[in-house]
């Protein structure tokens, strides 16, 4: 089916009669322009007259020619996006309508093809249409609109390849309120880009003025002028807040004098001043629907009991007399007021007796139209607690599913205990989502609350559901624990009551029993477990599971030294998530990072950069508890192959401080990984410390748990010189690894051997063991293992090289490429992923980004941050971006790092 197209949407917004013309900034558009950059990016928090800068110097442009290619002058094509432009087909319609304004016939072919029922992939259909374009004779410039709408990868990807691909007569412009997933940093390096952001945009004191007392009509002195500029920051939709309040008034100097003072002050004054001039109808209209975080005509008729079509008609009512009223889409469908109005607005508006009504109205409109996040916050907010948890009960299993149960027990913890305890599904569901969070106490308390509650419960099926959960949950507590005796006892249990035909949770049941293998070392039967498992899942149809699971697989398939196995696996994953979408994409921080990884074991420094990068980009926004923990990790792995040792030390206790008991069994602990680091630097002491602090002996039994410690102990008597039954406690760890197959640990442990029999003047076993070592290693391209283990290795494989130069070893070629692996500097990766330390900022921070990036010094949140200095939290979190590209860098702790390097801090 054809799309209509809104003819509206392809208008260019005529300049405003009365504005403050902002030649500083139209100057800096045409150098872009002129310079033959790509893309002028203009990106600003709402208030900050983006489209009217646009509009004003398109205007002042489109008569008179620039040094844009050839031709008499620039022709220009606008798209305001909205939502429904998330639609991939729907997005290239506009795009080609926009187009066709320019050149009436271009893309025709591609709408039809775009209407087939399987169309060609978007690059080949961009492809056509760039073709096209090039055939436009004039220059033109194309704005996109409202940008920040827009929440769609491949509407993304599109604009990305346009820009790669952008024919020379074209030029891209984006007015956004936050900063688009493009590859702008790329664009920044190569000087493609021209930028206009919040502290471009703020009104200069002498643009100030021309606006209070030119446009809005006052008359000011510069000292006033200059107080009012300096609190609202130069935020024009502030300063018109200011001038609607001042208007008539007999005094502005004083009133100007009273802007001084506090924050609270100033705005109950405009709360006034704005809503007094207001017919009472309005009043009560602004202040009752205040309650929302966003507006839609339906929704305020719910809640103020109105008729159907009276709701829309207010908002455009309260639009066209510009107060304060943000549209979200160009449909006119949903608004929000502006943040600082709404909150003035809710301060005003108090706790009259009927406001629970109103949020429970709103509550039973977002419930029936399936936003139950809303919903119980409007039932909570209306102290109807019972609703709430009800609310919260039907939510679960949708949350629970895609990985959201931190945010759903954000939700819960805000009830009251009385209302939680009496309602045992709601204390199974928090039992499970603070097991998932690692809280093991917590999660026992909620499961015993359960079981006081089903105790006169007559036998049925719901009960005996219940009570195969509360099995279930404890096994998985006593799974996180590292208790395998208590897992099998409770997992069993919950299989025996769990009814047949609840095949979800007997599938977890089976599962959590299965992992047990896991933590002894029996990795195939794990592996066996897992795939059970997926296939299960795949089944029922929770497919976000099953591509979640396999990073686990890969932990394991790595484990057993079948690197390519484990690559093969994530790329699987990461296929099928990209068919799925956005939600399901953001669950592979883990696989990318795990590609990134097995790429720097093999050597390959550029795909470990290009999945580097996106598994940060992913991390940002992914609910896996243990995502920190894991990324810090990798950072360790990272800075330990370039020789970063206090860097290293520090990432571990970062990992140390986000570590979540899960599933997946701990086979590294963190306090040995430091003691192997210790070594390194040749501080042997921390290292002793840290055995005789674990007790640790080369006689203890060994087990796969234990196997890293014992490992690490056999290299803290490596470094004393003691090697009394080291060598006997390394046989039993290699008889252990190959009895299970574990070939990745089989290799470790040669190494280890070759390195011991090395230290003892044992060459022919040192060589012998290295020889299994490589032979092992050689088929999955293991690389960093050997060169990590510094000087001694490199003196080992070049003693081994000399045995078998003359021999025609079939090893000769892979100790050659590890040997050539110890000469390459170890930080190229670095330079490439996480920061250039070399190189001074390739942007400097504005004043108020260097403010937001102390508060992150002081280890504020960005929800906290948001309301210390009065910024949405999607502002605060653009900021950060920006904070992060200007310093190259890919996290809080590396960015504070790196600005108390360039004294920033």
Known sequence: MSTTILATKLYIPPPRAKIVLRPRLIEQLNEGLSSGRKLSLISASAGFGKTTLVSEWIAALTPSPLPLGEGPGVRVAWLSLDEGDNDPTRFLTYLVAALQTLKANIGVGMLGVLQSPQPPPTESILTTLINEITTIPDNFIFVLDDYHIIDSKPVDNAIAFLLEHLPAQMYLVIATREDPPLPLSRLRARGQLTE????????????????????????????????????????????????????????????IKSFTGSHRFILDYLVEEVLGGQPAETQNFLLYTSILERLCGPLCEAVLETSPGSGQLTLEELERANLFLVPLDNERRWYRYHHLFGELLLQRLGQPKEFSNYHLRASAWYEANDDLAKAFHHAFEASDFERAARLAEVAWQGMERNFQTAAWLGWVKKLPDAVVCSRPRLCLQLSSAFSDAGELETSETHLQNAERVLAGVTDSYESKSMAGNIALIRASNAQNRGDLVETVKYAELSIQIIPEDNLYLRAQAAIT?????????????????????????????????????????????????????????????????????????????????GLALLAHEQGDDKAVAGHWQTAADLGQHTTLVDWQYRWNLAQVRLKESAGEWDASLNLLDEARRGYVKTAIPNLQPIEAHKARIHLKQGRLDKAQAWVRERGLSVTDEVNYLGEYEHLTLARVRLGEGVFTGVDDLLECLLALAETQKRIGSVIEILLTQALVHQAQSNRPQALAALERALMLAEPEGYLRTFVDEGEAMQSLLSDFRMTIANHNHPLLNYVNKILAAFSRPADIILQSTITNRDSELIEPLTDRELEILRLIAEGHSNAVISQRLYLALSTVKGHNLRIFNKLQVQNRTEAIVRARELGLL
Not at 571 to 580: D, F, H, S, T, Y
């Open 513 to 593: 029993l299965e992992l047990t293998h896991w933590a002894t070392g029996d990795l195939e039967a794990s592996l066996r477990a897992m795939h059970a498992w997926t296939d299960d899942m795949q089944r029922m149809g929770n497919q976000v599971f099953v591509i979640a699971s396999a990073f686990a697989v890969a932990d394991m398939q790595v484990a057993m030294g079948r690197l390519g196995d484990a690559e093969k696996t994530l790329r699987q994953a990461i296929q099928q998530a990209a068919e799925l979408g956005q939600e399901a994409e953001l669950v592979t921080a883990h696989h990318h990072l």
């Open 196 to 255: 206009l952001r919040a502290a471009d945009l703020r009104f200069t004191p002498a643009e100030a003025a021309e606006f209070l007392n030119q446009m809005m009509g006052l008359n000011l002195s510069t000292e006033d002028i200059t107080a009012l500029e300096a609190r609202t920051e130069g935020w024009i939709a502030g300063l018109q807040l200011a001038a609607l309040s001042m208007q008539g008034q007999s005094d502005p100097t004083s009133f």
